[in-house]
């Protein structure tokens, strides 16, 4: 595979969240390509959480992510509750590491101390056009590039607030070598002098501490969202900066989630409107209790929604749609994945929900179908809702729409559907329906296959039209025109319940 992966250093990649609110679609996917990739190359996964911007810190949304990864079954190697030797792997515990390494950059030359309020700031953006902080206006500016040094140590002492700045030198090519994009080549005069620091609460920004904790967690390759590329030409200047370039990640920004009708960036409001979940799990707004739905409590299987996010930017190179976790990580390539953004084609996982409940074994879902039996009051053996599940599954795209479509195995109706009676409880169904009580009432062996050729004789002998008679008898089993064959629902409610369910009918319906 070209030269992805560099021969003599082992994969490491990590997922990064900043826990600001619940992990949003657009990052699970994130997460799972870094997972494919390092799955695939025998790697390392890191769980690292960038929570220096603690403005926007919000509680819950930590432990929120876990819980989603572990629903999902992305699994870890190290990071945040999972350990490892590269702790602490929570930026908000390294303050000493980002410290010592901002230090080095000042005493380089290659970042400075800036004084200027953002009073100043604002002030100096009212007067000049497209104002930057950068080589054209830092001397400008109250900082220690233009203040003397005595000067500067003395308003430190003090306790005046400061930021420190990274220097970014005009004019030189910046050279971002993207594994999916190619070679982005920028102008540095373009760039700001980032802040990189903060002294008013001793934490680095996302940029210094992201740069800072991608080396020394060995990290080889950042596999991130599209939204992060216009940082990437920054994050190469401070590699150089450190002297660590030669060590420097190699860079895959993956596309967009475009909305469902494919114009612009997917959101929230799209998942409002359209009425599907853009967070893994539902997440209860800890400020406002807003509650927004998750893709669990909708009743999605993790995997069928890994699947679905795999193809969202990333195909095999044919028709296959339906891979495992397994079949994903060996057929992934990083260099294949799309630039162009991926519709959040959102009807597409319902399918892939319906496929995912066909190809597990009866067993499995019938251990899912369980507490949507419980719930509804109905305790049965493993085998029998193993049976149940059987006959329906091939009906639903969701395990909960598995009772809509058997709960009459379970219960008498309570009930019996309008349109199917019209069209099935003519003049002559009680008749016939007696009949075949009558009939069944000599039968001992209820086994579908046994029942049905010795019902079938039956009428055949009394000259009666199949569809009618079947259809009607049906109705008084199930309530309504539905269902799976006949003879599999006889036989699932044995003898006494089905002659029960009929004569009861016939007692209600005359
Ligand atoms: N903390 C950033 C985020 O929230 C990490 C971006 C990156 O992967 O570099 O996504």
């Given amino acids: ?40 190359h025998d790697g390392d996964f890191i769980f690292r959480i960038e929570d220096t911007d603690t403005n926007r810190f919000v509680p819950g949304a930590e432990d929120y992510i876990i819980e989603a990864f572990r629903w999902l079954g992305i699994t870890f190697d190290e990071g945040v509750s999972f350990g490892g030797k590269y702790g602490p792997y929570r930026q908000s515990e390294r303050r000493e590491i980002y410290r010592r390494h901002v230090d080095a950059l000042l005493d380089a030359g290659k970042a400075y101390i800036a004084f200027d309020t953002p009073d100043e700031l604002e002030k100096r953006r009212a007067e000049i056009p497209n104002f930057q902080y950068d080589a054209t206006t830092r001397l400008s500016m109250r900082n220690s590039l233009t203040m003397p040094a005595d000067e500067v140590r003395a308003l430190i002492g003090g306790g005046i ?17 993207d594994l999916i994009r190619g070679r982005v080549v920028i102008n540095s005069s373009i760039l700001d002098d980032k802040v990189l620091f903060k002294s008013a609460d001793e934490l680095p920004t996302y940029h210094l501490a992201n740069i800072v904790d991608d080396h020394l967690m060995e990290v080889t390759h950042v596999i991130r969202g599209e939204e992060w590329l216009p940082s990437a030409p920054l994050h190469v200047l401070l590699y150089e900066a450190f002297g660590w370039q030669d060590t420097m990640p190699r860079f895959a920004h993956l596309p967009l989630l475009l909305k469902p009708e494919g114009n612009g960036k997917l959101s929230k409001r799209d998942g409002d409107r359209l009425g599907f979940p853009v967070f893994p799990l539902e997440w209860h707004d800890p400020k406002t209790g807003e509650v927004s739905s998750g893709y ?24 296959t749609e339906i891979m495992s976790l397994d079949r994903m990580v060996s ?3 990083l260099e294949k994945c799309s630039k162009a953004g991926a519709r959040f084609n959102y009807q597409k996982l319902s399918w892939f929900n319906h496929e995912y409940i066909l190809r597990k074994d009866d067993s499995e879902v019938a251990e899912l179908f369980r507490p ?21 599954k091939s009906r639903v795209n969701f395990i909960h729409e598995l009772w809509d479509n058997s709960y009459y195995l379970f219960r008498a109706p309570d009930g019996y559907d309008d349109k199917s009676l019209k069209k099935w409880w003519k003049e002559d169904a009680p008749k016939t329906t007696a009949e075949l009580c009558g009939f069944l009432e000599t039968q001992d062996d209820f086994n579908a296959e046994t029942l049905e050729p010795k ?45 029960r369910r009929a004569r009861r009918a016939l007692e209600v319906l005359s």
């Avoid at 560099?6 to 609110?21: D, I, L």
């Avoid at 619940?22 to 997460?31: K, M, N």
């Avoid at 220097?167 to 090519?173: K, Y």
């Avoid at 309530?479 to 044995?494: D, K, L, N, R, S």
């Fill in 1 to 40: 595979m070209s030269d992805t992966v560099a021969k003599e250093r082992r994969v490491r990649v990590r997922f990064a969240p900043s826990p600001t609110g619940p992990l949003h679609i657009g990052g699970v996917r994130t997460a799972l390509y870094n997972y494919l990739f390092a799955r695939q």
């Fill in 161 to 177: 607030q400061y930021v420190v700045r990274f220097l970014i030198e005009p004019g030189r090519e910046v050279v971002v070598d």
């Fill in 296 to 319: 669990r409590e909708k009743d999605y299987l993790p995997d069928a929604v890994l699947n679905f996010l795999a193809l969202l930017g990333w195909n095999p190179g044919d028709d």
């Fill in 331 to 333: 057929l992934f390539n």
């Fill in 372 to 392: 949507v039996l419980e719930r509804n009051g109905v305790t049965e053996t493993p085998e029998r809702i193993e049976k149940a599940v059987s006959l329906v």
């Fill in 455 to 499: 019902v079938m004789d039956w009428i055949a002998s009394k000259e009666y039209p199949v569809g009618k008679v079947m259809n009607a008898f049906r109705v008084t089993l199930v309530g309504a025109a539905m269902g799976p064959q006949i003879f599999a629902i006889t036989e699932f409610i044995g003898k006494e319940e089905t002659l």
